[in-house]
């Protein structure tokens, strides 16, 4: 039987995320959605074949739907992840799952108290078959123990209205999910440094910036975000070990000797960079969902990583070296 299910939130990558269950996912349906363009909505309802509502508490309360996928605005997120877990339905929240840590501690103390898992957070990289590649290397010891890694997440330009600190909130946060995954720890403390500014940054706008992020053991972490670099969407990481090194490949594109020069492309943003990562986050989810488990990244996940940003924010604003304070992790969470 396919896993009904209700989307909130049809804007560019929800929208992307109905397509994907419908045609690229076995095992799932789109029966439900609603947006606050709802002519945009229903359009998107109509060539699906879903039904509207007009709101993301009728999608969530709707009996046709078995499990919930939140695209919407950052802000409503923790608002409709709370009501999905008081219905009792498997939730996928898109990145962040709350715009602040108390809103994230909220839903993992309501998750904790209703006795289930039912939360899954839209951290893709964790998908990805690169960084999944650099995982295995880490666990099985081939480059010996990690000591530090140096990263890259660079954007073409930014997206509408963006903010300095949407640069750590909004795109650095794949980044200190990815690596706590990969490194299998948590961070200690985070410093951020303000390099000379881009002069295409937008008014006000501090770009580009580099994270400096310490973990419980001392490996040591650079990240620099770069969201005015023009040329493409690039993002890197190379984990540096005792005895050797691992560093995330380039997406296998078509490599052109011409006119002098040799090259390949580099994909324009984040969308045609990590489609297969998302095609592999739903599939697994669907999967995870009908067993009745949560399998990726948890609310407790989230809810860490929006801990760490917060530091990180502090940090950029203070200059000072912030301190991560991140509670013990509930025997809940545990695998």
Same mark, same amino acid.
């Given at each position: 039987?396919?896993?009904?299910?209700?989307?909130?939130?049809?804007?560019?990558?929800?929208?992307?995320?109905?397509?994907?269950? %419908?045609?690229?996912?076995?095992?799932?349906?789109?029966?439900?959605?609603?947006?606050?363009?709802?002519?945009?909505?229903?359009?998107?309802?109509? @060539?699906?074949?879903?039904? *509207?509502?007009?709101?993301?508490? !009728?999608?969530?309360?709707?009996?046709?739907?078995?499990?919930?996928?939140?695209?919407?605005?950052?802000?409503?997120?923790?608002?409709?992840?709370?009501?999905?877990? @008081?219905?009792?339905?498997?939730? *996928?929240?898109?990145?962040?799952?709350?715009?602040?840590?108390?809103?994230?501690?909220?839903?993992?103390? =309501?998750?904790? =108290?209703?006795?289930?898992?039912?939360?899954? #957070?839209? *951290?893709?990289?964790? $998908?990805?078959?690169?960084?999944?590649?650099?995982?295995?290397?880490?666990?099985?010891?081939?480059?010996?123990?990690?000591?530090?890694?140096?990263?890259?997440?660079?954007?073409?330009?930014?997206?509408?209205?963006?903010?300095?600190?949407?640069?750590?909130?909004?795109?650095?946060?794949?980044?200190?999910?990815?690596?706590?995954?990969?490194?299998?720890?948590?961070?200690? %403390? =985070?410093?951020?440094?303000?390099?000379?500014?881009?002069?295409?940054?937008?008014?006000?706008?501090?770009?580009?910036?580099? #994270?400096?992020?310490?973990?419980?053991?001392? #490996?040591?972490?650079?990240?620099?975000?770069?969201?005015?670099?023009?040329?493409?969407?690039?993002?890197?990481?190379? #984990?540096?070990?005792?005895?050797?090194?691992?560093?995330?490949?380039?997406?296998?594109?078509?490599?052109?000797?011409?006119?002098?020069?040799?090259?390949?492309?580099? $994909?324009?943003?984040?969308?045609?960079? $990590?489609?297969?990562?998302?095609?592999? !986050? $739903?599939?697994?989810?669907?999967?995870? %969902?009908?067993?009745?488990?949560?399998?990726?990244?948890?609310?407790?996940?989230?809810?860490?990583?929006?801990?760490?940003?917060?530091?990180?924010?502090?940090?950029?604003? %203070?200059?000072?070296?912030?301190?991560? =304070?991140?509670?013990?992790?509930?025997? *809940?969470?545990?695998?």
């Amino acid at each position: 039987m396919d896993l009904r299910v209700g989307v909130i939130g049809t804007g560019a990558i929800g929208e992307d995320h109905i397509r994907r269950l %419908t045609h690229t996912v076995t095992g799932a349906n789109v029966v439900a959605l609603s947006d606050i363009n709802v002519q945009n909505a229903r359009r998107i309802a109509d @060539k699906y074949g879903a039904k *509207f509502y007009a709101t993301g508490e !009728e999608v969530i309360a709707a009996p046709e739907v078995d499990a919930i996928v939140i695209a919407s605005w950052d802000p409503t997120h923790a608002h409709y992840v709370l009501a999905g877990i @008081k219905a009792g339905k498997f939730v *996928f929240c898109e990145k962040p799952l709350a715009t602040s840590a108390n809103d994230c501690k909220n839903i993992v103390e =309501a998750e904790i =108290a209703g006795g289930k898992q039912l939360v899954q #957070v839209g *951290f893709m990289r964790r $998908f990805d078959r690169g960084y999944r590649q650099i995982k295995a290397a880490i666990d099985s010891g081939r480059i010996g123990e990690v000591l530090m890694l140096h990263c890259m997440h660079r954007n073409r330009v930014p997206g509408p209205k963006h903010t300095t600190e949407m640069s750590i909130k909004n795109s650095v946060i794949h980044e200190i999910d990815v690596l706590r995954w990969l490194l299998g720890e948590d961070y200690k %403390t =985070a410093q951020v440094l303000l390099p000379k500014s881009s002069r295409l940054a937008e008014d006000g706008l501090r770009d580009p910036q580099i #994270v400096l992020l310490e973990t419980q053991s001392g #490996v040591r972490i650079d990240v620099e975000s770069f969201i005015n670099c023009q040329y493409g969407y690039d993002v890197q990481c190379e #984990v540096v070990g005792e005895t050797g090194t691992v560093r995330l490949p380039d997406p296998a594109n078509m490599e052109v000797r011409s006119g002098g020069a040799f090259s390949y492309e580099i $994909f324009p943003d984040w969308s045609d960079r $990590f489609i297969e990562a998302y095609d592999t !986050e $739903f599939r697994e989810w669907v999967d995870a %969902t009908k067993r009745g488990i949560v399998a990726g990244p948890s609310a407790w996940d989230g809810y860490v990583a929006c801990v760490t940003a917060d530091a990180c924010t502090e940090a950029r604003e %203070t200059g000072a070296i912030v301190p991560i =304070a991140i509670p013990r992790r509930p025997a *809940f969470y545990k695998k």
